[in-house]
């Protein structure tokens, strides 16, 4: 009931991902057309979801609700499968506090909510496990046609779903009596012919280089984060939940009553996938990530939990509610779970919500977001003719700039996703300074920004420094000796400027970014106002962590005079503690050069940027 509740309460204010309308774009007329295109040579998955969307969203349409409602079923469904596979391997005590962790845990619950591969490859190999189970507790025709027909739809979900299904044949050899093996092998051959249609997909996509675009080799420190991940960055719920475990492995040593069927199902069904996906991913292509280990989770809880066998009713029923209540309680709360997938809360509806009502104010909507997703938006919406607005995607700050130029506007509307370059807000907020809305979602925000101040107008930054040759510095900044000031002519020598001529560097500002009022998550700005200078001449932003990390830009070459560089570190707390701000202008010729100013700004960031994935990084002030 409360896995049914936490999956099914937001069911009509749910949005869909980005991952999601990704497949649901790649839908086509025809089935032909869908695999073809759809999948051949654009999708890294088995065909098996995008197949079953087709006729699924043929049968019903596209509403969030509709479409998702079946990966909700299975979700429920495999954890139906994995309370009774637990019961078998380790009694009722262990399966209760085993299946309240699985029912509550963001890890089930998220993935359970998306029309991915995900929740059908949990159910698909969970009926596996469990028909080998029952199958070698009682045999039957019945089970044997549920192996065969279990692996071969879990391989046509996804890739490691189908290693998971191939671990459990092979292990089915030594967890079954001899006589029963002969048929496990003809079962687990039924599935493998019927997959063998799929092989020229595979083998196509095992050429590709996976997924190192965008996601790095992993370190034995994902495992920490996807413990975190788990237990939602909550750390009373990961105190809870690993005091469990240490109770579970001491209890285990301690009465030496582990099952070994239970310790090879959680080694080679569990840990055995994490470790397989982890070497593929350091040796080959990076493809670890929480999602593709779901099918082995289960599993490997289940030994952690296994110590628990036989614990009084009263206690296992005690702590199964305390983990429920607590994961519940912090999916909500640390977590924000429903608030984040939220229909109000998602990127691509709030920038076509943001379009069709700047075209109503009669405002420019300048967009850097996915254009045919913005499209399926629109058709879903049933608006025929979407409004124009000004696309982004792609340009670099010198075809930004242009883009700025031509405007004839006091106020835009502006929506940016992930695929923005980093200094896109910031150079927007040179052209447009003040503040008038700002809404904040996971990997993406929108504003309402104004060339004009308004009453009511919104402040988010944290600091901000300006340094010239009038102004007596705040701290932080420094002039190099033999820097000069002159007077410029163009303004009657009322203005002072800095003169660089044959020196590279000569102004800078440093100082603890912690000295800044920084948060690990915001955005840095650096500014410098050129009277005079050649258009390789950079202002450069340099964030260090002592014997850590580094952040480094600079400004791209420009004919203007302003040059900027903005970057957005996403640090971690101990390391915004240590890191050190610099900021200097680089007179990469040497040649004759004249500064107005420099400027340093830290703009409140977006705390929910990476929340798919990581944690709520701070107060949720811009919703």
């Not at 939990?305 to 429920?324: H, N, Q, T, V």
């Not at 040179?430 to 920004?449: I, K, S, Y």
């Not at 988010?460 to 900044?477: C, H, K, M, V």
């Not at 890191?579 to 007179?587: E, P």
């Amino acid at each position: 009931m409360i896995a049914a509740l936490l999956r099914f309460a937001p069911f009509i204010d749910l949005a869909y991902t980005h991952d999601e309308l990704s497949a649901l774009v790649r839908l086509y007329p025809t089935l032909a057309e869908t695999i073809g295109k759809g999948v051949m040579g654009v999708d890294t998955h088995p065909p098996g979801v995008q197949v079953f969307l087709w006729a699924w969203t043929k049968l019903g349409g596209l509403s969030e609700a509709w479409v998702k409602l079946p990966f909700m079923l299975a979700s429920l469904g495999a954890l139906v499968l994995l309370h009774r596979m637990a019961c078998r391997l380790a009694g009722a005590t262990v399966a209760l506090v085993f299946t309240a962790v699985l029912a509550t845990i963001q890890y089930t619950v998220l993935y359970g909510q998306l029309a991915r591969p995900y929740a059908f490859g949990l159910f698909t190999t969970a009926w596996m496990a469990d028909r080998l189970l029952a199958y070698r507790d009682r045999g039957g025709m019945g089970a044997l046609f549920g192996i065969a027909l279990a692996a071969a739809l879990s391989a046509y979900m996804h890739h490691l779903a189908a290693l998971q299904a191939l671990l459990i044949g092979v292990s089915g050899l030594f967890l079954l009596p001899a006589e029963r093996r002969r048929n496990h092998l003809i079962a687990c051959a039924a599935a493998v012919a019927v997959y063998l249609p799929n092989l020229p997909v595979l083998r196509a996509q095992l050429a590709w280089k996976g997924l190192d675009e965008w996601l790095a080799p992993p370190t034995f420190g994902w495992f920490i984060e996807h413990a975190r991940f788990i237990t939602h960055w909550n750390g009373v719920f990961g105190v809870l939940l690993i005091v469990v475990v240490l109770w579970a492995s001491a209890r285990a040593v301690r009465t030496r009553d582990l099952p070994w069927t239970t310790v090879v199902i959680g080694l080679v069904w569990g840990a055995l996938p994490y470790a397989i996906t982890f070497t593929y991913s350091v040796w080959r292509a990076p493809v670890l990530q929480h999602s593709v280990v779901l099918f082995a989770f289960p599993y490997l809880l289940l030994l952690l939990l296994s110590g628990l066998k036989d614990i009084p009713a009263r206690a296992s029923s005690g702590l199964a509610i305390a983990l429920a209540l607590v994961a519940t309680v912090t999916l909500i709360t640390t977590r924000r779970h429903f608030a984040l997938n939220s229909s109000t809360h998602n990127r691509y509806e709030a920038i076509a919500r943001g379009i069709l009502d700047a075209d109503e104010a009669g405002i420019p909507a300048l967009v850097d977001a996915p254009a045919h997703i913005l499209r399926f938006t629109f058709e879903r919406w049933q608006v025929s003719a979407p409004p124009p607005y000004i696309d982004l995607t792609g340009l670099d700050a010198e075809a930004m700039d242009r883009v700025l130029d031509g405007l004839n506007t006091d106020r835009v509307f502006v929506g940016l996703t992930l695929q923005a370059p980093e200094g896109r807000e910031a150079q927007l907020r040179v052209a447009f300074p003040f503040l008038r809305e700002r809404h904040d979602m996971a990997e993406g925000q929108t504003f309402l920004l104004s060339a004009r101040p308004h009453p009511g107008d919104k402040d988010d930054l944290r600091s901000s420094t300006t340094f010239t040759p009038e102004a007596l510095s705040d701290g932080g900044w420094s002039v190099r000796p033999g820097v000069r000031t002159v007077h410029d002519t163009a303004s009657h020598g009322l203005l002072k400027r800095w003169r660089l001529d044959g020196q590279e560097f000569g102004i800078a500002y440093e100082a603890p970014l912690a000295a800044t009022h920084a948060m690990p998550y915001d955005a840095i700005e650096a500014g410098m106002d050129l009277a005079f200078g050649d258009t390789q001449a950079t202002v450069v932003l340099d964030v260090e962590v002592p014997g850590g990390r580094r952040w480094y830009r600079t400004s791209a070459p420009s004919e203007r005079p302003y040059r900027q560089a903005a970057l957005q570190p996403d640090m971690r707390w101990s390391e915004l503690q240590q890191a050190q701000l610099k900021v200097y202008g680089w007179n990469r010729s040497r040649g004759a050069m004249r500064v107005a100013s420099m400027n340093v700004k830290v703009r409140q960031g977006n705390p929910v940027r990476y929340a798919w994935l990581g944690p709520v990084r701070g107060e949720w002030t811009y919703r």
